[in-house]
């Protein structure tokens, strides 16, 4: 039966930032998993294109879900739903994702949802839970929660308890579960999850762009006047680094790509600069960017990196909206700090 499909991808945050990793790079086959979605989320899937405060309502905290509706092409016509599943796996598989849910309206038309995680968190008042059959998907010791404030400062590790509980603080702010999945080691750290707590986020007016500057240019001052309230000093802007991050925009997946990180990180570290992370984030505007980059824990610590000193950033526009890719590093001035290269 023929189909047609169009997709809509709804980020509450793209990728974390990723810092140096020593994981190795052997990948096990990825085996995307079917995950149940609420009824209520299942129906309105039908009735209209969701948004991301339709997932929350419906206690689903993942940090990037991929919306695919398929109408058959003729509209007298049912779509088969072994056809919707086959697409499911199929698109979960190409975009890296490990769960998926799918259904057949009504009407006629199929919906797919594609999740990082293979199962959900659950957050119960304060108290976030990682299912343990989700963990086994985690390289060992790769699996975190962080917690950043509303306003400032990086990050810090919220404890996971045997039962992969963690209790977190009574305040606003963001958190994050980080996993790095044994079937995709070779793309690193993901943030499978990001919840907004106690009414916490982005001042809109904090993220419009002044007139006048290009996208780069108001990306790189907003993330300076960041910088400047944490008192730490302005990231100039590398050429190298700036190259670089161009190169990395011609692969669209919000994932990274350790191998290819690895080849620029030598050939810039000959060129004398250490280069401490990137990050990779899409969104529908300039401004959701910005807030991306401040909500997800892991893409601020990069930001604001007490060492770094320079920056590379390339924007791009694209179809679904902007894709963002920013190196962030120093000039080589001697022995960097152990902690310059931890995976958050």
């Not at 930032?17 to 052997?26: I, N, Q």
């Not at 991306?292 to 990196?305: A, I, V, Y």
Request: hydrophobic share 40%.
């Amino acid at each position: 039966m023929g189909t047609s499909a169009k997709r809509l991808s709804i980020i509450l945050t793209c990728l974390l930032s990723l810092l140096a990793s020593g994981a190795s790079l052997l990948a096990a086959p990825a085996k995307p998993v079917e995950r149940e979605v609420p009824m209520a989320l299942a129906s309105t899937l039908c009735e209209r294109p969701i948004q991301a405060a339709d997932l929350v309502s419906n206690e689903l905290y993942d940090a990037q879900v991929d919306v695919i509706v398929l109408r058959p092409k003729d509209s007298q016509t049912k779509i088969q739903g072994s056809l919707v599943k086959q697409r499911a796996v199929e698109l979960a598989t190409a975009s890296q994702q490990l769960g998926y849910s799918y259904g057949v309206c009504d009407n006629g038309q199929g919906w797919v949802l594609t999740f990082p995680a293979p199962e959900p968190v659950t957050l119960n008042s304060r108290t976030l839970t990682v299912s343990k059959k989700a963990a086994q998907n985690c390289i060992p010791k790769s699996l975190k929660v962080l917690f950043a404030s509303e306003q400032k400062g990086r990050s810090f590790l919220v404890p996971l308890n045997q039962d992969l509980a963690a209790q977190l603080p009574d305040s606003k702010g963001y958190a994050s579960v980080v996993c790095s999945p044994a079937q995709f080691v070779t793309s690193g750290p993901r943030e499978w999850a990001l919840i907004s707590l106690g009414g916490a986020k982005v001042n809109a007016a904090d993220l419009l762009p002044p007139q006048g500057l290009s996208n780069q240019e108001a990306l790189i001052q907003w993330i300076n006047q960041k910088r400047l309230a944490a008192n730490l000093p302005n990231l100039t802007i590398d050429r190298e680094l700036t190259a670089a991050s161009t190169g990395l925009t011609a692969r669209k997946l919000i994932h990274h790509d350790l191998k290819a990180l690895s080849k620029i990180r030598s050939g810039l570290d000959k060129m004398g600069l250490d280069v401490f992370g990137e990050n990779r984030v899409q969104g529908k505007s300039l401004a959701e960017i910005a807030g991306l980059l401040w909500m997800s824990p892991s893409h601020r610590d990069l930001l604001l990196h007490p060492n770094a000193e320079t920056m590379g950033l390339a924007v791009k526009e694209t179809d679904a909206g902007f894709f963002a890719v920013m190196l962030v590093g120093r000039k080589k001035s001697g022995p960097l700090a152990k902690n310059d290269f931890e995976n958050r």
